[in-house]
């Protein structure tokens, strides 16, 4: 599964969110960062209660990879690799076709 958002997001941004299910309904789930395969980007990224969120915003277009972990209450957990796919942004689009350029956030 991936998700795109745009290149040089501020730190904080949304890229996605997560959900979980399993047999036992109304279960609360944590979600975390973990190291192992596919998680070569984790550094890159946060993760605010169910959000995957920007932390490093000096992202350039391309692709990036996450690894994550869900939790239930009762301590079960899977872990899961994602891609995300960081496109040109607005302002590097408007950039290119000004000169001089203009500074965008």
Do not use: W
Not at 39 to 56: A, C, G, K, P
Not at 65 to 82: A, H, I, M, N, P
């Amino acid at each position: 599964s991936s998700s795109t958002f745009p290149s040089h997001s501020p730190s904080g941004t949304v890229v996605g969110s997560f959900s979980s299910v399993d047999v036992n309904i109304g279960d609360v789930y944590t979600y975390s960062l973990v190291s192992g395969s596919g998680s070569t980007h984790n550094s890159r990224f946060s993760i605010q209660e169910s959000y995957l969120m920007v932390e490093d915003p000096s992202i350039f277009p391309g692709t990036y990879y996450v690894r994550v972990r869900t939790q239930d209450q009762s301590g079960l957990s899977f872990e899961k690799e994602f891609s995300i796919i960081a496109v040109f942004g607005l302002c590097v689009f408007l950039c290119r076709l000004e000169t001089p350029c203009v500074s965008c956030l």
